[in-house]
C-alpha cells in the first residue's frame, strides 16, 4: 500500500540551528512529493515539490529538501531556524500528475526555543 | 486575491443534527477535496470531486455526503450518522498541471 512516513512527531531546536525533518515513502514508482506547513487553527501552505530533475530541491521561507531514491526519502531541511518556523509540517505523496490521490504523513510538530 | 474560503470557523452542533461546511474557490481549479485532520492522524481523505455534478469517496466517507453543482462551490455535510464529527475540516483544491493541492483555512466543528 502507499504510504508516507514523518517518524518524528515533535521535534524542538534552537532558534538559528539547522533542522532535518524526515520522510519516507512507499509506492510502487518514484511519486511526486511535497512539503506542506501548517500553523495553529490554520491551513496547509506549500512549501515544495518535487516532480523530477534536479534532487535538491529549494522552497519559500529558506527551506529546501532533497530526494533519494536509494533511501525512498525526501527530507526537508533548513540551515538555520527562525522563531516564526515553529508550525507542524507534512510530507506528502501523489503517483503522479492529474487527480492521482495524495497521501500524507501524520506530521512532524517543530518547536523552536530562543 | 484567488484562493480558497471555508466557513465558519468555528461551528458547534448538537448531537443528532446535520451541519454543513462551506468551500468556495475562486481558482478555476477542476478539482475540489475534503479532508479531515485530527491529531497525531495527518489529514484523511473525506471526498474529492474532479468535475461538477461528480464525486467519489474517499477514505472515511461514512457520515459525510457532498455535492458539486458548481465548479467554485464543493460544500461538505456531516450528517447524524458520523459517529466521532468533532474534528478539524480542511478543504482543498488543484489542477492537474499543477498537481499540488491548495489549502482553505479550515474550520473546526465541534460537537456538544
Known amino acids: 500500500a502507499q504510504s508516507v512516513t514523518q517518524p518524528d512527531i515533535h521535534i524542538t531546536v534552537s532558534e538559528g540551528a539547522s533542522l532535518e525533518l524526515r520522510c519516507n515513502y512507499s509506492?510502487?514508482?518514484?511519486?511526486?512529493l511535497f512539503w506542506y506547513v501548517q500553523s495553529p487553527g490554520q491551513g496547509l501552505q506549500l512549501l515544495l515539490k518535487y516532480f523530477s530533475g534536479d534532487t535538491l530541491v529549494q522552497g519559500i521561507k529558506g527551506f529546501e529538501a532533497e530526494f533519494k531514491r536509494s533511501q525512498s526519502s525526501f527530507n526537508l531541511r533548513k540551515p538555520s531556524v527562525h522563531w516564526s518556523d515553529a508550525a507542524e509540517y507534512f510530507c506528502a505523496a501523489c503517483g503522479g500528475g492529474g487527480y492521482q490521490k495524495v497521501t500524507f504523513g501524520t506530521g512532524t510538530k517543530l518547536q523552536v526555543i530562543p | 486575491d484567488g484562493g480558497i474560503t471555508q466557513s465558519p470557523k468555528y461551528l458547534f452542533r448538537k448531537e443528532g443534527q446535520n451541519v454543513t461546511l462551506s468551500c468556495e474557490q475562486n481558482?478555476?481549479?477542476?478539482?475540489m477535496y475534503w479532508y479531515r485532520q485530527d491529531p497525531g492522524q495527518g489529514l484523511r481523505l473525506i471526498y474529492y470531486?474532479?468535475?461538477?455534478?461528480?464525486?467519489q469517496k474517499g477514505d472515511i466517507a461514512e457520515g459525510y455526503s457532498v455535492s458539486r453543482e458548481k465548479k467554485e462551490s464543493f460544500p461538505l455535510t456531516v450528517t447524524s450518522a458520523q459517529k466521532n464529527p468533532t474534528a478539524f475540516y480542511l478543504c482543498a483544491s488543484s489542477n492537474p498541471q499543477e498537481v499540488e493541492a491548495f489549502f482553505g483555512q479550515g474550520t473546526r466543528l465541534t460537537v456538544v
Open positions: 481558482l478555476n481549479h477542476d478539482a
Open positions: 509506492y510502487g514508482a518514484t511519486p511526486y
Open positions: 470531486s474532479q468535475i461538477v455534478n461528480d464525486f
